[in-house]
């Protein structure tokens, strides 16, 4: 078990030499901006930006630093797709949950929730499906070079 | 007295973005962006001056063995090392354990801290084992630490170069499937040396020297005045006299080395507390000399200023928060709801040892792993914990700066050698 894990650990003296694929990142690029574009303009009316700044930086962070990995750009796609549906309803749970509280609590209490709880709401959603995503190409990767070793 | 607040926020926030942008800079940095090392060109092995590795430990008689052991190892030619466990006053059998091996293995040493000497921290336990070294580079290992075979050639490659003065290893967490805590560490290190450490090697800025798993070369650190026992962040205080006698620290990737890290959150909280005071200690010491030197670049001062208040960001983003939900609750001006990207940039940046979160992962990627993604957003424990440590470490060092008190306490972790079951090849020394 010890060897394992620190076979599993170990760099050696091999680099791992990432070559950004732009071509998967230009895709990812005119995905998002349709996505953020079907966002500003039909759907202005029921978000506004508290709801469309988390999904920005989702959409930045993943565009930048997970489109230009290794891996299939389908799958990339489909998680990126995923991550903004998965932000838009993060933001009409986190609206629910203010409505009640205007209901119940009164509008100040909706201010504080917003103000308090909305940054780590949106923290969770966004690092989680980025996490997601990141550990899903790391297991495709992993699988292209287990199968490259096993063919040489 | 609003208009007031409402400035302080937005300096806060750009305080946040600038962090948040050197994040992303270094990550994108490990990336893409990789210089050769000098250890990768094969005739650079060929130097190998004289080393001396020092070992400080104080009742670490359950890792002591695992050090030594692996100190005999190595793959150094062996004439030219000398090993020195510096007894530090130990109560337990860490004395007995470094003994039985000096008389088996002609380059370990052990010289003995009486009581009254003794246990006041590792940097004074350094300077004394610094008066027995007859190296030409001196290395430094914690007693938890567990380095690769080569790891000595690796590092000492970079000395050929006569501008580096000193050379930091990589840091990797042994016992990662103990705890969560362990495991949450283990995401820190891996953002922190993989990611940060990389990038600032690659960009040529300031790679930190970690105060293990690095070495200087003996004149500088003589020159030097050896280790600052006032200080507890005696590494980072080391890192900028480095830069400000004219030398550089390079970091190398390659040169591994195991760590037992903590295992609950008590532990994880005496460790960073420590860091947190000594790494302000180290800012208020260095931020003005730092900003007037003359033989360091501008980006050289940027990073370096990062570097040093490093420690201050939790608190700034506590701040932040609390600044901007009192302003967007008293009186919202219409700006404020630009200003709203803020907050979430502000909490972003500064997750996980304050590298944010992208950091840990693609530090993660580039290392192969697979499952421990699934661990990244529960770093917001972590960086609400460092909230709470740091603010109580700018407390304290205030509190002691009005009192005139000196001479901080060094607080020592513990390590129960629990690591030790996951070295296959080790065998236990009773």
Redesign the interface.
């Known amino acids: 078990?010890?060897?394992d894990?620190?076979a599993?650990?170990?760099?050696?003296?091999r680099?791992?030499?990432?070559?950004?694929n732009y071509l998967h990142t230009f895709v990812g690029i005119g995905i998002a901006a349709t996505m953020l574009l079907i966002f500003y303009l039909p759907m202005y009316r029921v978000l506004n930006?508290?709801a469309l700044?988390?999904i920005n930086?989702f959409n930045f962070?993943f565009i930048?630093?997970l489109f230009?990995?290794q891996g299939p750009l389908f799958r990339k796609v489909c998680l990126l797709v995923a991550g903004n549906v998965v932000g838009l309803a993060w933001h009409f749970i986190k609206s629910s949950f203010g409505a009640v509280s205007v209901f119940y609590l009164g509008a100040?209490a909706f201010?504080?929730i917003t103000?308090?709880i909305?940054?780590?709401i949106?923290?969770?959603w966004?690092?989680?499906v980025?996490?997601?995503g990141?550990?899903m190409?790391?297991?495709a990767?992993?699988r292209n070079?287990v199968k490259w070793e096993g063919s040489n | 007295m609003i208009l007031f607040l409402n400035l302080i926020f937005i300096l806060l926030a750009m305080f946040m973005s600038a962090y948040l942008a050197r994040h992303y800079i270094f990550t994108l940095t490990a990336l893409y962006h990789q210089k050769e090392q000098p250890h990768h060109r094969l005739h650079d092995t060929t130097y190998q001056p004289t080393v001396s590795v020092l070992i400080p430990a104080r009742n670490e008689e359950k890792v002591i063995g695992r050090i030594l052991q692996r100190m005999t190892e190595l793959t150094y030619p062996k004439e030219k090392l000398e090993v020195i466990v510096i007894d530090d006053a130990s109560t337990d059998q860490t004395s007995e354990i470094a003994e039985e091996n000096t008389k088996k293995h002609g380059h370990i040493k052990v010289v003995h801290r009486s009581p009254d000497d003794g246990g006041k921290g590792k940097p004074a336990a350094l300077n004394h084992g610094l008066k027995y070294v007859k190296g030409e580079i001196v290395y430094c290992f914690d007693a938890d630490y567990y380095p690769q075979r080569d790891i000595l050639e690796k590092l000492t490659a970079c000395f050929k170069d006569p501008k580096v003065g000193a050379v930091q290893g990589r840091v990797t967490v042994l016992n990662e499937p103990d705890t969560l805590v362990t495991r949450l560490v283990a995401l820190e290190r891996t953002g922190g040396y993989r990611v940060d450490q990389f990038a600032r090697d690659n960009l040529g800025l300031i790679p930190q020297f970690g105060g293990t798993v690095g070495g200087f070369r003996r004149s500088l650190i003589e020159s030097l005045g050896g280790w600052d026992v006032n200080m507890l962040a005696e590494d980072t205080d080391l890192t900028f006299k480095v830069y400000f006698a004219g030398y550089k620290i390079q970091y190398v990737n390659d040169a591994e080395c195991y760590e037992e890290a903590v295992e609950n959150w008590r532990s994880y909280w005496r460790q960073r507390s420590r860091w947190a005071k000594g790494h302000m200690q180290c800012a208020f010491r260095h931020l003005w000399p730092l900003v007037k030197k003359k033989n360091l670049r501008l980006r050289e001062k940027i990073d370096g200023f990062l570097l040093l208040n490093v420690y201050f960001v939790p608190i700034l983003v506590g701040l932040a928060w609390i600044l901007g939900a009192t302003l967007f609750l008293v009186q919202p001006p219409p700006w404020i709801r630009i200003l709203w990207v803020a907050i979430p940039i502000s909490v972003y940046s500064s997750v996980g040892n304050f590298a944010p979160f992208f950091e840990v992962g693609i530090g993660a990627y580039l290392d192969g792993r697979e499952r421990i993604y699934w661990l990244i957003p529960l770093l917001v424990l972590t960086f609400l914990f460092n909230m709470l440590i740091c603010t109580k470490a700018l407390m304290d060092l205030c509190v002691s700066k009005i009192t005139g008190k000196k001479r901080h306490a060094w607080t020592k972790t513990l390590h129960n050698g629990r690591g030790n079951c996951y070295i296959g090849n080790y065998n236990k020394v009773e």
Do not use: C, H
């Open positions: 078990m010890g060897g894990l620190l599993r650990n170990r760099q050696g003296f680099y791992t030499n990432v070559k950004p930006e508290s700044i988390p930086i962070l930048f630093l230009p990995l100040d201010k504080i103000v308090v909305g940054p780590i949106d923290f969770v966004i690092v989680s980025w996490s997601l990141l550990s190409l790391a297991s990767q992993r070079e």
